[in-house]
């Protein structure tokens, strides 16, 4: 009875072992039949790379600047006393002549005076009111009274309101104080300018002295008007250079705009800073930087080989570089797909329908 149950179970661990040979048989053949199936990538495969020949072509570089319009003729009107603003016959944006009254100063030591005497008088007043008539009190307070109204109109009459003249023709620009308000003297009421003179105030280092001189002639562009690029003039170059910033001040005039501009607005303004006749250039996303801060691209060969090359950049204008020195023209050089570039390593070029690519 022992001798079978062993018996048997020699044959079950026979059987059982034998299927699971065959089971792991099958599983390798399946894989291989997989692997044989499914199609294995290609590798050593050249990288694809967009050219374009560098070429020689003027080249200007420019540099932008932000201006203000102002007037160049322009007046603050001050209060000529300490006081109230009694009346104010101008507003913003409103046309002004030169020798009319524009506003009323109420001076404070006018009111103080003023104010005094006519207390006084209404002091007497009240006491008369209380008096007995044909007393010797009441023939006091009577006269005190004449005297105290008489203080009074001499006082009106002496201490004048003083009005405020306009010193020039012109549009109010600003207006600082309003009727009623008390103001000091020599404080702003109005600025008033002459809107025939308005122009473009800009500043520019002065190591660009040489480009800001009278006569010469900039594209400009104003805020309120994007749309319209403009051609502005250097009327007036500054004789000094200021001590802080180290900036030349000038004016610009706008030729032939009708639009209507005011004071304040903002402009930005082109000014060529260099310009190179012959230079080589190509397009500034084909330069690379190194770690070390060197200034690199590529350049494919005859043999479809690309090479590196450290270059010496100089100006740039739109989306091109000036290559100073470790180029030449006509050589092809790599404009897309030059991140991934190696030196010596073998390329496969992109051929466009324009031709523009070799």
Not at 109 to 117: F, G
Not at 126 to 152: G, I, M, P, V, Y
Not at 183 to 193: H, Y
Not at 203 to 232: C, H, M, S, W
Request: hydrophobic share 40%; with cysteine.
């Amino acid at each position: 009875m022992i001798i079978h149950l062993t018996i048997s179970g020699m044959k079950l661990i026979f059987k059982t072992t034998t299927l699971l040979i065959l089971t792991a048989g099958l599983s390798v053949s399946s894989c291989q039949q997989e692997k044989e199936q499914t199609p294995q990538p290609k590798t050593g495969q050249a990288p694809l790379v967009r050219l374009q020949p560098a070429v020689k072509t003027k080249m200007v570089s420019f540099i932008e600047i932000t201006g203000t319009i102002q007037a160049n003729v322009f007046t603050d009107i001050n209060s000529p006393a300490d006081g109230i603003i009694e009346s104010l016959m101008a507003r913003e944006n409103q046309r002004v002549e030169k020798g009319r009254i524009i506003a009323v100063i109420n001076p404070t030591d006018r009111q103080a005076l003023i104010s005094k005497n006519r207390l006084q008088v209404q002091q007497i007043e009240e006491k008369l009111k209380t008096s007995t008539r044909d007393t010797e009190e009441n023939t006091l307070l009577t006269r005190q009274l004449a005297k105290a109204k008489s203080d009074l109109e001499y006082a009106e009459k002496i201490y004048q309101t003083v009005p405020v003249i306009c010193p020039m023709n012109g549009l109010v620009t600003q207006r600082w104080a309003d009727e009623g308000s008390q103001i000091g003297s020599k404080e702003k009421i109005l600025t008033v300018s002459d809107m025939n003179t308005l122009v473009i105030k800009a500043e520019v280092n002065e190591k660009y002295f040489q480009t800001v001189r009278q006569g010469n002639q900039f594209p400009v562009i104003l805020n309120a008007y994007p749309g319209d690029t403009l051609t502005g003039t250097i009327s007036l170059v500054y004789p000094q250079v200021d001590p802080v910033t180290r900036t030349v001040k000038f004016d610009i005039k706008l030729r032939n705009f009708n639009k209507k501009i005011l004071p304040g607005m903002m402009a930005t303004i082109e000014i060529p800073v260099a310009v190179r006749e012959n230079a080589v250039a190509v397009p500034e996303h084909a330069v690379l930087t190194s770690t070390d801060n060197n200034y690199f691209l590529f350049v494919v060969n005859k043999d479809s080989v690309a090479v590196r090359k450290i270059v010496q950049t100089g100006i740039s204008s739109g989306n091109k570089i000036e290559i100073i020195k470790g180029l030449k023209e006509k050589d092809r050089v790599v404009v897309s797909g030059q991140e991934m570039l190696k030196d010596s390593i073998k390329v496969r070029i992109i051929n466009t329908p324009e031709g523009g690519v070799l």
